[in-house]
RNA sequence: GCGCCCGUGGUGAAAUGGAUAUCACAACAGUCUUCGGAACUGUUGUUGCAGGUUCGAGUCCUGCCGGGCGCACCA
């Protein structure tokens, strides 16, 4: 019905030579303005040099000429804003269709043809998997889903670190403490706290001591070179554990990885390459270390091999984003999701690869995220002042199984109910607020369960399928075609649902998963008050069948929604 | 010091340059003999300050005040 509106509406401003490509139809915000409003007249009174009022009325008495069958009623109201009412039917006739659509609804393949690499989670090995790495994992996880929503072909990559100066601090601080390194027998939670606490050890004792920060900037050399078999096993010991840890975490937050690329096999792709364009002059030397001098550029410059010959940070990325299009050449756009703090620095690495490659370089984008923060300031994986993934799961598990306790479900069952709860309810946190800010995580406490939540959209769909259980028993079935009472007006809910295939389109052009969160919240709400006033699973009621088409397509557009952020939905809960 | 980002009710957030700034929490007052109360209905209360651009500014521009992040061998 947009599309018809939009395209009548088109022929009308091409009539009055008004230029079509500024015709916009939003969906007011205030509901009783109608269903769609345009603010075309305003846009365009000025260069015609009549007043918006005045404009707008040249273009209704045009468009009511020959009305499309769809519109009910346009009028003008306000500074000149043009609002259309569309016919209820047709809102309740889409519902039926989208039943029978089902699954598929609010899917599209306008973006068919692109391939996308998306990289995010990034956690460190010997470090703790923390609520930063968690929301990375969350953003990228529903940033990938969107494009993949719309047709898109989507390559979900990891890049952990296993190498670098911060496995030298955890491993110097493992040889001080042999005889506490847990057996192969105890918890993987246990194993990675022990390698989060030599990492802190390790960086207060690098901090505190010039002799200490010999002897682990040697370690690192040594751990690079594979010169020593005791630091090898060590080595060999701590990445695999925390690996381990990573895939855990992935399957219970729902990430599958087509693939990941260790920063270690990256060092000597990323030297060689540094190398090769410092020849050609992309790089420099200074004071013994590689750098490209990004002040030419306005931006900062950054060592890409240091003066001791080790490829840093920098050169490591830049040989991953290059073999990442090597990998995957029939990418079209890659994808970078990290903490915020880094913006300064990919503005660098994109310049960089723009000159090594333009085509990589224009293809390469950086999501910068906020961070968790405390009440009492930023959270650091430095100084052991952070709250894990494991932390944060296992607090909210413990509130969502004191809330179900005593509701008849089987160990198993609580235990797969509490899972994909707190699991909702920390992502829905993330992704409800726009990407680049901070989400303050006071305490587990501020993950909510009621209004604005993630258990609250879950809470909405479980209610209705447990209406549709009810509707089942009773024998009312949704209709298959449009021949059936209908209601003669129209709620929110309709309205709402309708929507969603162009919320998702929008929330996919400007990589905005809280658009989708905030529609969502808008639709629960819809859905509980139309639950509140209308009896749905009533055999003698004649409106029984399509209200049960209605609480379906809700069901439908709700749980593809939260699929879209990364959000399951239990059976019961 | 330079650069980037951000200041929205008591709190946490939303708002492609559009209409009366939206939502939740908290507070207060209600609803239900009901298909699941993690619900529904209502009340109170908000765009840091000063200019500018625009038919129209929370949004764009300038200055100020306040906060965050980044600025050479960490990742």
């Known amino acids: 019905m947009k599309q018809e509106i939009n395209k009548h509406l088109e022929s009308v401003a091409t009539m009055l030579a008004i230029p079509p490509s500024s015709i916009k139809l939003d969906y007011p915000e205030n509901p009783e303005h109608g269903d769609f409003s345009s603010n075309i007249a305003m846009a365009n009174a000025k260069k015609m040099g009549l007043s918006p009022k005045d404009l707008a009325e040249k273009i209704v008495a045009e468009f009511t000429k020959d009305m499309p069958a769809a519109v009910e009623s346009v009028s003008i109201a306000g500074p000149g804003f043009i609002n259309f009412k569309v016919k209820d039917a047709l809102f309740s006739e889409e519902i039926i269709s989208i039943v029978k659509v089902g699954a598929e609804y609010g899917w599209s393949d306008g973006e068919k043809g692109r391939n996308a690499i998306f990289e995010y989670t990034d956690p460190n090995t010997f470090k703790v998997f923390h609520i930063g790495h968690l929301m990375s994992n969350a953003i990228g996880e529903s940033l990938s889903r969107l494009d993949q929503s719309q047709g898109a072909a989507v390559t979900r990559i990891c ?160 040989g991953l984003n290059i073999t990442k299009f090597e990998k995957y050449p029939a990418t079209n756009e890659s994808v970078i999701v990290t903490a915020s703090e880094q913006n300064d620095y990919f503005k660098v690495l994109k310049k960089v690869l723009s000159l090594i490659d333009e085509n990589i370089g224009t293809k390469t984008h950086h999501i910068g995220h906020g961070m968790m923060r405390f009440a009492s300031g930023k959270m650091s994986s430095r100084t052991g002042k952070v709250i894990t993934a494991e932390d944060l799961l296992s607090d909210i598990r413990e509130m969502v199984s004191e809330k179900i306790n005593g509701r008849g479900f089987s160990v198993e069952e609580a235990d797969e109910i509490s899972d994909i709860i707190a699991i909702g309810a920390i992502k829905y946190t993330i992704l409800r607020q726009a990407i680049g800010g901070d989400v303050i995580f006071d305490s587990a406490a501020s993950v909510s369960f009621e209004g604005d939540s993630g ?119």
């Open 159 to 318: 890049y952990p670190s296993d190498i670098g100066l911060h496995i030298a601090k955890s491993i110097w601080a493992m040889e001080k403490h042999r005889s506490e390194i847990p057996a192969d027998g105890v918890a993987i939670q246990e194993k990675t706290a022990f390698l989060g606490k030599m990492y802190v050890e390790g960086v207060q004792a690098y901090e505190a001591l010039a002799t200490n920060k010999d002897d682990i900037d040697a370690l690192n050399k040594v751990i690079y070179e594979k010169s020593s078999d005791t630091v090898n096993a060590l080595y060999e010991k701590g990445r695999a554990w925390s690996l381990k840890h990573f895939e855990l975490l992935y399957a219970r937050l729902g990430t599958k990885f087509d693939g990941s690329i260790f920063e270690s096999e990256m060092a000597p792709v990323g030297l060689e390459i540094t190398k090769k364009f410092l020849a050609s002059g992309v790089f420099v030397e200074s004071e013994g270390a590689v750098v490209f001098k990004g002040e030419d550029h306005g931006l900062h410059t950054r060592v890409f091999i240091s003066s001791k010959g080790l490829p840093t940070y920098e050169a490591k990325e830049l």
């Open 455 to 573: 258990p609250y959209l879950q809470y909405s769909v479980v209610r209705a399928n447990s209406v549709l259980d009810k509707a089942k028993q009773e024998g009312i079935e949704a209709p298959a075609d449009a021949k059936v009472v209908l209601p003669e007006r129209v709620s929110l809910l309709e309205k709402l649902i309708t929507r969603f295939p162009d919320i998702l389109e929008r929330a996919r052009n400007e990589y905005t998963p809280q658009h989708v969160a905030n529609y969502l919240i808008n639709l629960a709400g819809a859905f509980n008050s139309y639950y509140a006033n209308n009896i749905i699973a009533d055999k003698n009621e004649p409106l029984a069948p399509y209200r049960v088409a209605l609480t379906k397509a809700f069901v439908t557009t709700m749980t593809n929604g939260l699929w879209v952020l990364g959000i399951r939905v239990p059976k019961k809960m």
